[in-house]
Nanobody, 119 residues
Framework: QVQLVESGGGLVQAGGSLRLSCAAS????????MGWYRQAPGKQRDLVAQ???????NYADSVKGRFTISRDNAKNTVYLQMDSLKPEDTAVYYC?????????????WGQGTQVTVSS
């Protein structure tokens, strides 16, 4: 069994910073790409950033230059450093891992963490 556990959300003023973490626990698996998504009330879940197993990154235009995704393969953990936060960044943030286990590749999702940016 593989589980993803997120941490690091909270309330911050506009212009502030937060760092999200998401760690995978379990055994007998390997992680391919990792990503962060967000979903605001009444909106669809959108990609924020993703990072490949080789370290290549991709960002939504709305967060380029402000957010940084990174990973620690030894810890099966992905991070999202969020700087210069804006009220429009307010959403529930979810991590997603593409995990290979027992010959199959599947997507696993974290439970979500609330990020609220006040103006």
């Amino acid at each position: 069994q593989v589980q993803l556990v997120e941490s690091g959300g909270g309330l911050v003023q506009a212009g502030g910073s937060l760092r999200l973490s998401c760690a995978a626990s379990g055994s007998g698996f390997s992680v391919n790409d990792m990503g962060w998504y967000r979903q605001a009330p009444g909106k669809q879940r959108d990609l924020v950033a993703q990072i490949s197993s080789g370290g290549s990154t991709n960002y939504a235009d709305s967060v380029k230059g402000r957010f940084t995704i990174s990973r620690d393969n030894a810890k099966n953990t992905v991070y999202l450093q969020m700087d210069s936060l804006k009220p429009e960044d307010t959403a529930v943030y979810y991590c997603r891992f593409s995990i290979r286990r027992r010959g199959y590749t599947s997507d696993y999702w974290g439970q979500g963490t609330q990020v609220t940016v006040s103006s």
